[in-house]
């Protein structure tokens, strides 16, 4: 059974910066697209960032030049690198990835538990 483990969030003041990580933790024949999400209170979850397989990157508009999606394919591991961090950025962050877990030509998603960034002004 896969799980995405997630980690790195917390409170930060306003400018601050910090690091989410998300890791699948089983055997795993292939991770396509993986993203972070976001959810504030009484709001939509929203996209925050993607990341291809091929590393092909894509952001929302409110964090372009101040966060930066990566992945380590070794690790089967995607960051979140957050700087200038903003009141407006607080929300449970969630990891999402497309993921194989045999070689037959099926994907599945999948969503970690999502983590609280509290971001303070």
């Known amino acids: 059974q896969v799980q995405l483990v997630e980690s790195g969030g917390g409170l930060v003041e306003a400018g601050g910066s910090l690091r989410l990580s998300c890791t699948a933790s089983a055997r795993i024949f292939r991770i396509n697209a993986m993203a972070w999400y976001r959810q504030a209170p009484g709001k939509q979850r929203e996209l925050v960032a993607s990341?291809?397989?091929?590393?092909?990157?894509n952001y929302a508009d409110s964090v372009k030049g101040r966060f930066t999606i990566s992945r380590d394919n070794t690790q089967n591991t995607v960051y979140l690198q957050m700087n200038s961090l903003k009141s407006e950025d607080t929300a449970v962050y969630y990891c999402?990835?497309?993921?194989?877990?045999?070689?037959?030509?099926?994907?599945?998603?999948?969503w970690g538990q999502g983590t609280q960034v509290t971001v303070s002004s």
């Open positions: 990341i291809t397989s091929g590393a092909s990157t």
């Open positions: 999402y990835a497309n993921i194989d877990t045999k070689d037959d030509g099926l994907s599945y998603q999948y």
